[in-house]
């Protein structure tokens, strides 16, 4: 399952005031904001099966609360398992 729409990108401007942290970094074309879209895209092919669908929908968001803390959950998560942890959700 993929967190961000597979389209090109071309727009380069700041985020604006009216759009959430993922409509910007769905939409961007920045190379930093495409290094953090790969990583989460990697991240999520890591995440359970059974949850990827919850955690995507909370990704996708327009409420910034929720795609932060889909953030960090996913974040954590891969830092648990790189340390060897078993995890489940």
Do not use: W
Request: avoid cysteine; hydrophobic fraction near 40%; charged fraction near 30%.
């Amino acid at each position: 399952m993929i967190v961000f729409d597979n389209i090109k990108r071309t727009d380069a401007s700041f985020m604006k005031n009216s759009e959430s942290e993922f409509e910007f970094y769905n939409r961007s074309s920045k190379p930093e904001v495409e290094s953090v879209r790969r990583l989460i895209e990697e991240f999520i092919s890591h995440y359970p099966e059974k949850e990827v669908i919850e955690l995507v929908h909370r990704l996708r968001s327009t409420d910034n609360a929720n795609f932060r803390s889909a953030v960090f959950e996913l974040f954590l998560h891969e830092a648990l398992l790189r340390q060897g942890y078993t995890l489940s959700i």
